[in-house]
């Protein structure tokens, strides 16, 4: 049991959903904007200067970088919802105990209550970091 109220859960199910479709139209206006080649300017300048190259990548990076952003959100939210539908919505992923509510308000497509999240970062900080 999620230890979750009917309305309280409808509220977050609405919340999810919300935030949902923000971020897929998001999406689509980001991927419209890349092939619309917003950067053009900058990256086909023949005689563009090293910087100009360098923030022409730059901005490129950054564009596919929230776009992967929104694309994993989307994914924590589709998996919430699926969670919901097999009625463990709100349960911690580690320990089996109840996510705050204040918590799944804050971050609705949460895995983990606080206690487990923080450990759960302290333990795989920077795992996804690349080295050289």
Request: overall charge negative; hydrophobic content about 40%.
């Amino acid at each position: 049991m999620n230890g979750l109220s009917q309305t309280q859960q409808l509220w977050l199910e609405q919340l999810l959903n919300q935030r949902y479709w923000t971020l897929l139209e998001e999406v689509r206006d980001a991927l419209e904007q890349s092939g619309q080649q917003q950067y053009a300017e900058i990256i086909g300048n023949a005689a563009a200067d090293p910087g100009d190259a360098a923030i022409a990548d730059a901005l490129a990076d950054l564009h596919v970088a929230m776009i992967d952003r929104q694309i994993h959100e989307l994914r924590d939210i589709e998996a919430a919802r699926q969670r919901m539908l097999d009625h463990i919505y709100g349960v911690c992923l580690d320990c089996g105990n109840r996510i705050a509510f204040d918590r799944l308000v804050a971050y609705p497509a949460a895995v983990r209550c606080i206690s487990c999240q923080q450990l759960y970062e302290k333990t795989h900080a920077g795992e996804n970091t690349p080295s050289l």
